[in-house]
């Protein structure tokens, strides 16, 4: 029975590599009822290079002149069943949504992608697509511009969406070399414009400013979702194979920028920026880590060489692509990738920088209420206190660093420091706290008193 079973799959086979030789191709669409699978879809099904299109996905779409077949493509059982008779699948079921827990997002595309391949190998496709990113190449101030195809993946394998496709790309990696009978193309687009693409590149652009880092100007390259759809095509067609990119001809400097959004910008150092970043990110401020944050302002243009090889030419440039990103963001407002109501969006850039850092320290020196108190040795702490220990008597006055209760702040109490005649040890000192409103005499109330080296620190109103 096993020898039978082996003869009748290796007769299915032989056909089916007969008939894609012999006929047009049967491509299966995962995702196929919104967003580029669908697009995908309606295309594919127009096409004179393809035989027939099965759409696939957990609900049925309005896809016309296609095969519908619904079923999750991250059920191993349902995805094989739903592939036979299938000579290339175009894997197009992502999400980068940054309205998305990351966590939830990778689980979605990257268990989608190993489960299409899986079954794709145990069906005998002939041939996988994936969509991915240009993000896999990394956004760094030293990218070469434009990056060609075959440069190093250099994106942070973290909990960003670049993590998520990079990973997305070892499968391929590793599908390729397990199962060298069903190739994998991959499809790397430059930053997506079109209907219902909502990414933390696409808020970037509903900001009252938008952020830039000193010392680097981003440069910018989009790609529309027809232009992505087009390429796809090709590649189910088996005109084009292996890794390559898309996007629109060329990109536009920060100023081009500028001038067609009329949307200024504002300047901050990195460390200040990323530092930021992600400490919002780690308190839940922003939907998206660090790491999605180069990407808005570190160049990672793509250089689309096989493509136009191949003879394909984007239907849209980067001026167009770029007004029309601008239109379907009108009316939506965003600050660090989260948006915010329509009636806070008067809110200028420096002044919501300043809200998201004070936001960050308050929420930091909440954590500290209720430990104990210490002073930290750095800038306009520590070093004024020995300098006024070291003049022998009061100097000056230094900011609070944590207190027990109530929000911090110099305005409402003041650190002094004298030598503490008591113990004719210079090297000790006595730390007092003092409220600044109120009880136990002209002073205030004495909270606590603790013996301590190091300069003698009282604080007074």
Not at 121 to 145: I, K, Q
Not at 184 to 204: E, K, N, S
Not at 249 to 275: C, N, Y
């Amino acid at each position: 029975m096993r020898n039978a079973r082996r003869q009748v799959r290796h007769e299915r086979s032989v056909r089916r590599e007969r008939s894609t030789t012999s006929a047009l191709p049967v491509v299966a669409v995962t995702g196929a009822a919104r967003g580029i699978g669908h697009a995908l879809a309606v295309r594919l099904a127009e096409s004179p290079m393809i035989g027939r299109v099965v759409a696939i996905d957990d609900h049925r779409g309005d896809a016309a002149g296609v095969t519908w077949r619904v079923a999750d493509v991250r059920d191993p059982t349902l995805a094989a069943a739903r592939l036979s008779e299938v000579d290339v699948v175009v894997h197009a079921d992502m999400d980068t949504s940054a309205a998305v827990d990351g966590r939830q997002r990778r689980a979605f595309n990257v268990r989608g992608a190993q489960t299409v391949l899986t079954a794709a190998a145990a069906e005998r496709v002939g041939r996988v697509v994936l969509v991915t990113s240009a993000m896999v190449y990394g956004a760094r101030p030293d990218n070469p511009v434009p990056l060609p195809e075959d440069a190093p993946l250099l994106a942070d394998a973290d909990g960003s969406v670049a993590g998520d496709l990079l990973e997305i790309e070892e499968l391929a990696r590793r599908s390729r070399r397990v199962n060298p009978g069903t190739a994998v193309t991959v499809v790397r687009p430059a930053a997506m414009v079109g209907d219902a693409v909502d990414t933390l590149l696409t808020r970037h652009f509903e900001a009252p400013r938008l952020l830039i880092v000193r010392g680097c100007a981003p440069r910018w390259q989009f790609c529309h979702i027809d232009d992505l759809v087009t390429a796809l095509e090709l590649a189910a067609a088996g005109v084009l194979g292996g890794d390559f990119a898309v996007g629109c001809d060329g990109w536009l400097e920060q100023a081009q920028v500028e001038e067609l959004s009329g949307i200024k910008s504002f300047e901050l150092p990195a460390r200040l920026t990323f530092g930021t970043a992600q400490r919002l990110h780690r308190l839940g401020v922003t939907p998206a880590p660090a790491a999605d944050l180069r990407y808005m302002v570190y160049p990672w243009v793509v250089d689309c060489a096989a493509l136009r090889g191949a003879g394909w030419r984007p239907a849209r440039t980067n001026d167009e692509a770029l007004s029309l990103l601008l239109a379907a963001r009108s009316g939506h407002r965003a600050v660090a990738g989260r948006r915010i109501a329509r009636k806070e969006a008067a809110i200028t850039a420096a002044a919501g920088t300043a809200a998201v850092i004070g936001t960050a320290a308050i929420v930091r020196a909440a954590r500290r209420r209720n430990r104990t108190l210490s002073i930290p040795n750095g800038p306009g702490f520590l070093p004024d206190l020995r300098r006024c220990a070291t003049a022998g008597g009061r100097g000056a006055a230094v900011p609070c660093a944590r207190r027990r209760g109530g929000a911090p702040g110099p305005a409402r109490y003041r650190w002094t420091c004298e030598p503490n005649q008591a113990d004719r040890d210079p090297r000790h000192r006595t730390v007092r706290r003092r409220s600044a409103g109120g009880g136990g005499g002209p002073g205030g109330r004495r909270h606590r008193a603790v013996r301590r080296r190091g300069p003698r620190q009282r604080r007074e109103p």
